[in-house]
């Protein structure tokens, strides 16, 4: 069985710039979350996705971070525009119901220049 | 303010020995806790869990133990192996609010010496 996957694993812009990333679960799982870490911190929670329904959204640092999860299989994050801050390492993690154990994915380093 | 701790950036032990990783958390809400391995350019790996109703949870080498009047869990590691060397992330969640989100601590690095 797949795990979890993430495009593309590192992306490196310019401050001002977009970027999107990409993450598709694992096969038959509803629940699909995002967190990133900054550098030397903590795995942050962004939001949860049930399906294709925003769950909880509390995490998410401001409006410049847009998720999507069309037709709830994969989901996108993207950021617009991109600044310094936003530097870190972005993880996607599914489970089967919510209460299920959340599996990871490898994650994508974004580093804001 | 965090609401998962782990205190210690980092722990050696000796190969065979007994690794002992902590961590404290403040907020009383939280119902279900869990252990995550993390190795460079990896995602966190699950490791084992452990809900409130219990104080240990035991799988192979790995066992959790925890004190909730002391708002406190800790993973015993034994006998440590070279492989088990990465860090190690703490997290709880809450089944109240419905949202099961992960709220971590900032991880130990765990280096066992051959």
């Known amino acids: 069985e797949a795990g979890v996957t993430q495009f593309p694993s590192h992306s490196v812009i310019e401050k001002g710039q977009t970027v999107t990333l990409r993450c598709d679960p694992i096969?038959?799982?509803?629940?699909l979350y995002w967190y990133r870490r900054v550098m030397g911190k903590e795995i942050k929670f962004l939001l949860h996705?049930?399906?294709?329904?925003?769950?909880?959204e509390s995490g998410m640092p401001n409006n410049r971070f847009l998720a999507e999860r069309t037709g709830g299989t994969y989901s996108t994050l993207k950021v617009q525009p991109a600044e310094l801050e936003d530097s870190g390492v972005y993880f996607c993690?599914?489970?089967?119901?919510?209460?299920?154990?959340?599996?990871f994915g490898p994650g994508t380093r974004l580093t804001v220049l | 303010d965090q609401q998962v701790k782990q205190n210690s950036p980092s722990l050696s032990v000796q190969e065979g020995r007994i690794s002992i990783l902590n961590c404290d958390y403040t907020?009383?809400?939280?119902?279900?806790f869990l252990w995550y391995k993390k190795y460079p350019a990896e995602g966190p790996t699950f490791l084992i869990s452990?809900?409130?109703?219990?104080d240990k949870n035991e799988d192979g080498r790995f066992t959790v133990f925890l004190n909730k009047s002391a708002k406190h869990l800790s993973l015993h590691i034994v006998p440590s192996q070279p492989g088990d060397s990465a860090v190690y992330f703490c997290?709880?969640?809450?089944?109240?609010?419905?949202?099961?989100?992960?709220?971590f601590g900032k991880g130990t690095k765990l280096t066992v010496n051959p």
């Open positions: 452990i809900s409130s109703i219990k």
């Open positions: 096969s038959g799982h509803d629940n």
């Open positions: 907020n009383s809400m939280f119902d279900y």
């Open positions: 993690a599914s489970s089967q119901s919510g209460l299920d154990t959340q599996y």
């Open positions: 997290a709880a969640s809450t089944s109240q609010g419905g949202s099961e989100k992960l709220v």
């Open positions: 996705f049930v399906k294709e329904s925003k769950q909880d």
